[in-house]
């Protein structure tokens, strides 16, 4: 089930929250919803990797567990904070300073994740326990604001 409530006139970010699933695209569709065709490919690729790192690595694939999603647009850009109920992990990622040669090959199962967010977001944040993580994508030509 997903739960999506929206946003308080006055603030512009939305919650969204679902039990831990690899049945994604629902749910990337809705967060995809205000994003510019040309951007969505990119956008769904690093939503995609950053929800199945919440419910996979994060909640285990555990039903009884939540992912939770605020999401926002402004006039910058696009930003998502994604939160697991896992125990969190080190979110220490030198993806900038790794050549492509020491990266997992492209058929592996797993290992290129944070560096693809790192990719193709301008901003990646995570919270202290490695719980949650703010994604920011800014646009050159701001969306128009209602």
């Known amino acids: 089930m997903i739960s999506i409530s929206l946003p308080p006139t006055k603030k512009s970010w939305t919650t969204m ?27 769904r ?32 850009g696009y930003s998502w904070v994604i939160s697991d109920e896992g125990v969190g992990f080190s979110a220490n990622c030198n993806c900038h300073d790794l050549p492509s040669e020491h990266l997992p090959p492209e058929e592996a ?10 990719a193709i977001f301008d901003q990646v944040h995570w919270d202290q326990h490695g719980t949650r993580v703010k994604l920011c994508k800014q646009v ?6 209602p």
Request: with cysteine; glycine share 6%.
């Open 17 to 43: 929250s679902f039990t831990s699933t690899l049945y994604l695209c629902p749910v990337l569709d809705l967060l995809l919803t205000n994003v510019p065709s040309d951007l969505k490919p990119e956008i």
């Open 140 to 145: 050159k030509n701001p969306p128009k604001m």
């Open 109 to 118: 199962e797993s290992g290129r994740g944070l560096c693809l967010l790192h």
């Open 45 to 76: 690729l690093g939503l995609q990797e950053a929800l199945v790192n919440a419910a996979k690595h994060g909640n285990k694939l555990d039903p009884s567990k939540s992912i939770v999603v605020n999401f926002s647009v402004t006039e910058e």
